[in-house]
């Protein structure tokens, strides 16, 4: 028999569970998105609960205390059942590993020029086909701050908005009289919280506030409208299409929060740039682009009006997933296509356009806890696949902690078994705010 000696690993890509009558079952991705159940034996789960991505199969055996050659069965078997579910884990040359990742990520942008090719309108999407707004951030386009929407401790016990608006007075942008835009408003929760923090600790300021929302999506306003309904009084509602809507008033603050990733993006042919693009306009930076790359082209008319209706002393916060240096990749979501930002290029647009730019993670910016412990984005998927099994109901997407969790399904997930938690600050947790990043701007 051939031994293999790779680490097989699981994590947090199956659990499993006894059901009302004692039975043991293991669920798991099987192929494509689909969640596969399969009744298990007390061996099997040994065996699965050992794949840790370190132990060699002599190493898994020798743990569980079963013949090297039952353990290539189980898994054997499992692989066959749950293939989405099993990695194998190869040690590889660092210099090697690091070649690979800078090949791929040439390989995500050249797919994403190809796939602009296919075309696509994000707008018309959110405008036409979005039919339920808990159901679309749940299911569709999780945010970081729909994953935080409720009071956290990796947040110091705040709900993402509290935490943005405790920024936000931190930074000095609250005042009295001020003129709120947010920019894409999901299901308002953010407004919500934010609203809720600015009324409780700067009555006199809320009073004469104003906090207009901006959304292209009907259905997501009547939940917006719904959930601001204790701040009507402050809040007013605007329909359009950030990318070509003209805005005749000034802002204190803007927000545009997880939503630039929606916007057009435009190709460049680097040996040819077209006279009207903004790589040309603004000199964007392409050493290492492709010889055609993208250009995160509407997220860069953002910043443009920003430039045009930000008050003096005013302050805009973009937040999205991207990299200061990395080129626009496709991110493929229910029937629309996002696209990763490129910050360094809106930084430069900024800079040019006399605004002062300055960008850091989204963990750094809002003091996120980066040791709180969270539900793994694997757990998160498997367990909310199967919550109506175990549960008996649908748990909402959220970044879970073991207590948060317990309080949501009660003493039913003591019998799930290998729901796995990791740090916020690591990449597996799930809607991970180190991979997306604050982009402030202000006047010099």
């Not at 401790?153 to 705040?158: D, I, S, T, W």
């Not at 990763?340 to 996120?368: D, K, M, N, Q, T």
């Not at 207590?403 to 916020?424: C, D, H, S, T, W």
Request: aromatic share 8%.
């Amino acid at each position: 028999m051939c031994i293999r000696s790779e680490a097989p690993e699981v994590r947090g890509r199956a659990l499993w569970f006894r059901d009302d009558d004692g039975a043991l079952w293991v669920g798991g991705w099987a192929r494509g998105n689909d969640i596969a159940v399969h009744p298990a034996s007390a061996e099997d789960v040994a065996v699965l609960s050992a794949c840790d991505g370190v132990r060699a199969l002599t190493d898994v055996s020798r743990h569980v205390r079963i013949p090297i050659e039952e353990v290539t069965r189980i898994i054997a078997h499992w692989e066959a059942r749950i293939p989405g579910s099993l990695r194998w884990k190869v040690v590889v040359d660092e210099r090697l590993a690091a070649q690979t990742a800078v090949a791929l990520d040439m390989l995500h942008e050249s797919l994403a020029v190809d796939k602009l090719n296919v075309g696509h309108d994000n707008a018309d999407y959110h405008r036409n086909r979005i039919r339920d707004a808990d159901h679309q951030f749940d299911e569709v386009e999780t945010t970081v701050s729909h994953a935080y929407s409720v009071r956290h401790p990796g947040l110091g016990g705040r709900a993402y908005g509290e935490a943005l608006f405790d920024k936000c007075r931190a930074l000095g942008a609250i005042r009295s009289g001020m003129q709120i835009l947010e920019v894409g408003c999901g299901t308002g929760r953010l407004a919500r919280s934010f609203l809720d923090a600015f009324a409780k600790r700067m009555p006199e300021a809320y009073a004469n506030a104003r906090y207009m929302m901006f959304d292209v999506a009907p259905v997501l306003a009547v939940s917006q409208r719904e959930l601001t309904a204790p701040h009507a009084e402050r809040v007013v509602f605007v329909s359009g299409n950030i990318e070509t809507h003209v805005f005749h008033e000034q802002f204190d603050l803007v927000i545009a929060n997880e939503m630039i990733a929606d916007l057009s993006v435009d190709a460049v042919d680097k040996d040819r740039p077209a006279s009207t693009s903004y790589a040309r306009k603004y000199n964007l930076s392409s050493a290492r682009a492709l010889r055609i790359f993208l250009v995160n082209a509407g997220a860069i008319r953002f910043v443009e009006q920003v430039a045009s209706i930000l008050h003096r002393d005013g302050l805009a916060i973009v937040v999205e997933y991207g990299s200061r240096d990395g080129f626009p990749v496709a991110v493929e979501l229910c029937e629309h296509t996002e696209y990763s930002i490129h910050f360094g290029h809106l930084e430069e647009a900024a800079a040019s356009l006399g605004l002062r730019p300055h960008c850091e993670s989204l963990e750094s910016f809002l003091e996120f806890d980066s040791g709180c412990q969270v539900i793994a984005a694997d757990s998160s998927a498997l367990l909310r696949g199967l919550s109506s099994r175990l549960f008996g109901t649908q748990i909402p997407k959220l970044a879970y902690t073991r207590k948060q969790l317990y309080a949501a399904v009660g003493r039913r997930i003591e019998g799930v078994q290998n729901v796995q938690f990791l740090p916020i600050g690591d990449c597996g947790s799930l809607m991970c705010p180190r991979e997306f990043l604050a982009l402030l701007l202000s006047r010099r």
